[in-house]
C-alpha cells in the first residue's frame, strides 16, 4: 500500500548509457515526470514478479510512451502471464501501439541470462516469495584497457590498438612480440555490479551469486520485531536484510519496499547499521552512482 | 499523459451519505491517500470507458482495499471487459480478495439507470468517444418535507408524520382530511444533480438529459485553437464544453482532463469564461460543495 509519499517499486539505471526500468509499480510514470527521466529512452523493462506493486504502472507507461511517439523497440521481460495482461488490455482500449515490445518471458525459479551485449549482462536471481519472483544482477562486463595516446608510436596500426584495448599483447607474422599492451595502456576501468533483490524472505542461496557486488538492494519491508508477519508473507525484515550483507559484502546496501505501517524510516536505518554500516535508505528520487 | 503535477481522471463524490469513486486514473489512490480520501468508504465504482487514463489505478486499489481489510461488498459499473482485465490479474497474482465484488456492466450507449436507492439515481449519459463511453447523472431523490417538530400536536401517531414528510395530507377511514401536511411541514431541501461528461467529442445530443443540472463537469482537453486535434481524437475544446454549458444551463461548469501540453490552466479558464460565466478547473485536490 503506498503511504506517506512513498510510491511501490520502480528504479531507473543508467549502465553503459543503456536505460532500463527495474519493475514498474502504480505512478512510475509520474514519477518519472517528476523527477525528469525520459521515459522514451527506456529500451529495457525488467518485472521481477507480478503483485500489483512491481507491475501496475506498466500499462499507462505503455501507453504514455506510443503518445509520446516512441517508435523504437522495446524490451520487456517478465515472469509468465505480463504479455496477456497487456494484450487484453490494448485489444479493450482498441489499442495498437506505434512500436514493439519484444517480450521475454523467464522462469524466476531459474538463474537465466536475460541479456548480454558488448559492454553488460543482466542476469535473474531466483529470489523466494509467495509467487514465483526472481532479481536482477546487472553486470558491466569487462571494459577495454585505456590508451595512453602519447606513448603511441606513430603510425600504429588500428587493429594493433584494438588488440591492446582487449589486453592482448601485438605480434608479427613470425609470431615476434611487436607491443607489449602494458606499454601502452593503462588498466581497465573497474566493471561495476549492482544486484535488485525483491521481493523476497531472507533466502541465503542467493549470497554466492550476489557476493562482492557494488551495490546491493535488498528489500526490507519489515522492522525485526515483526519477523513473524515477515515469515507469514515471505518478505524479509530490515536485519535480515543486513544479514545477507553481510555474508554477500557488498561495498553498499540499499534497503527499501517498505511496510505502510512505518511512517519514519531513521528507525529502519538504525536497524540495520550495527549489521551492516555502509546501509542507505531506498527514498524516491534519490539517485545512487558507483563511479571510481 | 500526466504532467505537470496533474493526474488522470478519477473523482470522489458523497452523495446523501453514499461514497462513489468516478473514474479510477494510475495513481488515484495515492492521491485519495493524499486527499485523505477513506479508501473502504468507498462502496459504488462507475468506470465511464476502458481508456488508460479511466481505470489504470483500479487494480492497485483494489488491492489496497483487500490489504486493509475489507470485507464489505465494492458495487462496480463499466462497460464490458473490466471484469476480465480484473479477473486476469487475480488470477496471476493467486489473489483471492476477502470481499465480494459485484460487476455490472453497462452499454455506453443506452441512457440506463444503473443504480438507485431510496435517496439516489445514477443514470448512465451516452457520450461520443473513440470508445464507447458513457458520462454518469447523479441525482438526489425527492427529500422529504420538514416536520416542524414544535407544531405538532401531542400524541400524533407516527404513520400520521411519516404521510405529512412526504407531502401528503392526512385523513381519517372516513376520508375526513385529519392534517394538512402544509401546516406542520417545511418544503424539502433541494434536490441536487451532477452530471460527469468525459470523455467526448461536442456533444448536444447529451443536453436535454444534462440540463439544469446543478454541476456539470465537461472534459475540455484542448484549447479553441487545438479544435482540429479535438475532432480527431473525439475530445472537446474548452469552447465546446462551455457551448454545452450555454444550452444545458447547469449552476456551475467544472472542466478537466487537459491535455499535458498544458502547462498553465488559465489561458483554458479565461477561454471559457464569456461563453460561461460560472466555470471553474477541476484542479487536484479540490472539493466542490453543493450546499442550500
New interface residues.
Given amino acids: ?3 506517506f ?1 512513498r ?2 517499486s520502480a528504479q531507473y539505471l543508467v549502465i553503459q548509457n543503456r536505460h532500463i526500468l527495474i519493475d514498474c509499480g ?2 512510475a ?2 514519477q518519472m ?2 523527477f525528469q527521466v525520459p521515459l522514451n529512452k527506456i529500451d529495457y523493462i525488467f518485472i521481477s514478479h ?4 512491481h507491475y ?2 506498466l ?2 507507461l505503455l ?2 510512451m506510443h ?2 511517439k516512441r517508435t523504437q523497440k522495446l524490451h520487456l521481460y517478465s515472469p509468465a ?1 505480463l504479455d ?2 497487456i494484450t ?2 490494448l485489444r ?3 489499442s495498437i501501439l506505434n512500436y514493439t515490445i519484444a517480450y521475454t518471458c523467464f522462469d524466476p525459479e531459474e538463474q537465466t541470462v536475460l541479456f548480454h551485449d558488448d559492454a553488460i549482462q543482466v542476469t535473474t536471481i531466483p529470489l523466494w516469495h ?2 514465483p519472483c526472481a532479481g536482477f544482477l546487472f553486470e558491466e562486463k569487462r571494459k577495454p584497457f585505456k590508451i595512453e595516446k602519447h606513448k603511441l608510436p606513430e603510425g600504429m596500426l588500428i587493429q594493433h590498438i584494438v588488440r591492446m584495448k582487449s589486453g592482448h599483447d601485438v605480434f608479427d607474422e613470425e609470431g615476434h612480440l611487436l607491443y607489449k599492451y602494458e606499454d601502452y595502456t593503462l588498466p581497465p576501468q573497474r566493471s561495476y555490479r549492482y544486484a535488485y533483490c525483491s521481493d523476497t524472505a531472507y533466502y541465503e542461496q542467493i549470497v554466492p551469486q550476489i557476493s562482492g557486488v557494488d551495490l546491493l538492494y535488498h528489500e526490507a519491508t519489515f522492522m525485526e520485531n515483526e519477523s513473524d508477519k515477515a515469515t507469514d508473507t515471505l518478505h524479509s525484515t530490515v536485519k535480515q536484510a543486513a544479514m545477507i550483507a553481510q555474508m554477500a559484502k557488498p561495498v553498499k546496501l540499499l534497503i527499501g519496499h517498505f511496510s505502510a505501517r512505518y511512517r519514519e524510516l531513521e528507525p529502519l536505518l538504525l536497524e540495520a547499521l550495527p549489521h551492516f554500516p555502509n546501509t542507505e535508505l531506498a527514498i524516491e528520487g534519490t539517485t545512487f552512482t558507483l563511479e571510481e
Avoid: T
Fill in positions: 500500500v503506498p503511504a509519499g510510491f511501490p502504480e505512478g510514470q509520474i515526470q517528476r507480478l503483485h500489483g506493486d501496475l504502472g500499462m499507462g501507453f504514455s503518445l509520446q502471464g496477456e495482461i487484453l488490455q479493450l482500449s482498441k509467495k509467487l
